[in-house]
């Protein structure tokens, strides 16, 4: 759809091209707010030490658009909105797998949260991990959906 309303010229295919660079500006922007300055500039140099490789991607479309999903993730969750996290979180998920290996490690930390709250015998809001699960599903959900009605049927034969 962006292709489709940009065009194929070289002013649509400049604007494709300024997608990503300002999705991670607006992300760093985002975590600027949300976390200060010092986190904000480790963000900013371990993204920028990223090797190059893959150059075959090279003007291709939203390639950083999983990376801004989680940082709005943490963003999300660090300003108290679980279900917000959880959509980013699943967007990400259901833009490429990968993804998925985050939600592991943040139902890593999740785990030991609850178990240190027993541990000491303060009460652990689970309601938090509810939201956060049922917006990450919504989100799956939400965007399987829309990739299938755009793209046609999973196993459907086009002859």
């Known amino acids: 759809p962006i292709a489709r309303v940009c065009g194929i010229g070289p ?3 400049r604007v494709m091209g300024l997608v990503d ?4 500006i607006v992300l760093f922007a985002l975590f600027f707010r949300a976390f200060g300055t010092r986190p904000t500039c480790v963000a900013l140099v371990i993204f920028s ?3 190059f490789c893959f150059d075959y991607l090279a003007g291709s479309l939203l390639r950083w ?12 969750w660090q300003r108290g909105r679980p279900l917000g996290a959880g959509a980013a979180l699943g ?3 259901a833009s ?6 985050f939600g592991v490690g943040f139902a890593f930390w999740a785990a030991w949260d609850f178990w240190r709250a027993r541990r ?6 689970a309601r938090r991990l509810v939201r956060f699960g049922a917006g990450a599903a919504a989100a799956i959900a939400l965007s399987v959906a829309i990739s299938s009605a755009m793209f046609g049927q999973i196993g459907r034969a086009h002859v």
Do not use: C, E, H, N
């Open 120 to 125: 000491a015998g303060t009460r652990f809001d």
């Open 11 to 13: 002013g649509g295919q």
């Open 96 to 101: 490429k797998l990968f993804p998925l290996f």
């Open 65 to 76: 658009d999983w990376l801004f999903a989680l940082g709005l993730a943490l963003v999300s």
């Open 91 to 93: 967007y990400a998920i």
């Open 49 to 51: 030490m990223v090797p």
């Open 21 to 24: 660079p300002l999705l991670m």
